[in-house]
């Protein structure tokens, strides 16, 4: 079975960076997709961003202009850089397909946005 791994995640004050890795997507993801999600203590989990098959990106309102998200596929990475970061972005943060409950969850990368 496929295994997602994150790493990136960290403390940073507000206004700060980060940029969060995700490897292990196997050939079958790419036809979903790719995408990050997170899930903020007492919050639903919810989509991010997302990148397609054919490379058109989404993101949700909360992120617009602030995150941006990347692949490399001779490094079957997905990147997720976050810049001017807020408290409200605190967040385990984890990567899968845009068809999520095809595949298992990793065990995401914790960021927390705190002064």
């Known amino acids: 079975q496929v295994q997602l791994v994150e790493s990136g995640g960290g403390l940073v004050q507000p206004g700060g960076s980060l940029r969060l890795s995700c490897v292990g997507f196997?050939?079958?993801?790419?036809?979903?997709?790719q995408g990050w999600y997170r899930q903020a203590p007492g919050k639903q989990r919810e989509l991010v961003a997302g990148?397609?098959?054919?490379?058109?990106?989404n993101y949700a309102d909360s992120v617009k202009g602030r995150f941006t998200i990347s692949r490399d596929n001779t490094k079957n990475t997905v990147y997720l850089q976050m810049n001017s970061l807020k408290p409200e972005d605190t967040a385990v943060y984890y990567c899968?397909?845009?068809?999520?409950?095809?595949?298992?969850w990793g065990q995401g990368t914790q960021v927390t946005v705190s002064s």
């Open positions: 196997a050939s079958v993801f790419k036809i979903y997709g």
């Open positions: 899968n397909s845009l068809q999520p409950a095809r595949f298992p």
């Open positions: 990148i397609a098959y054919g490379g058109s990106t």
